[in-house]
């Protein structure tokens, strides 16, 4: 007999005017689940920082980026796995706002490093704030040994071990 995800999956205001489905086999694929959750987050996420105008690859170029001062977008684009084009077209968003720029590289002239400026370090001060609250908004949902497995889960995925 298929599992059946809880139905709080499918309330949302868009939902709450439709019958909600049977998800029938879906409700046995890990995918789906983790498709649902990553849904949750991602709406969650996105009210959140709607007030900053910041999407979560943005968000994520800026840690990165504050983390490993003088980084290129090739280091970037590998560590959040995507392509040059789209790693140059999220940057390039973000130097629009002023909030990264790019440094030609003391040590090699081809290359381009990336900083966050003064506007850029105050925005993710800002963002951090934010991200606190959303990420706790779903922590909260599980004990601290429950959060642990979790992750420890999760990375098993994407990491393969």
């Known amino acids: 007999m298929a599992a059946k995800p809880p139905q ?19 409700g046995d694929l890990l995918g789906f689940h983790l498709r649902m959750a990553h849904v949750a987050i991602y709406r969650d996420f996105a009210e959140t920082m709607e007030e900053l105008a910041l999407t979560q690859k943005q968000l994520a170029v800026m840690e990165l980026i504050s983390a490993n001062p003088g980084a290129s977008q090739i280091d970037l ?7 040059r084009a789209t790693m140059m077209a999220l940057v390039n968003r973000l130097a629009a706002r002023d909030l990264v720029e790019r440094r030609p590289s003391a040590a090699d002239r081809r290359r381009q490093e990336l900083h966050l400026t003064t506007a850029g370090r105050a925005m993710l001060v800002q963002a951090r704030k934010l991200i606190d609250r959303h990420e706790q908004h779903f922590i909260d949902l599980f004990s601290g040994d429950e959060m642990a497995a979790l992750l420890t889960a999760l990375k098993r995925i994407y990491k393969g071990n």
């Open 77 to 83: 684009a590998n560590t959040l796995g995507t392509d």
């Open 8 to 26: 709080d999956y499918f309330d949302t205001e868009e939902a709450s005017a439709t019958p909600r489905l049977d998800v029938g086999r879906l």
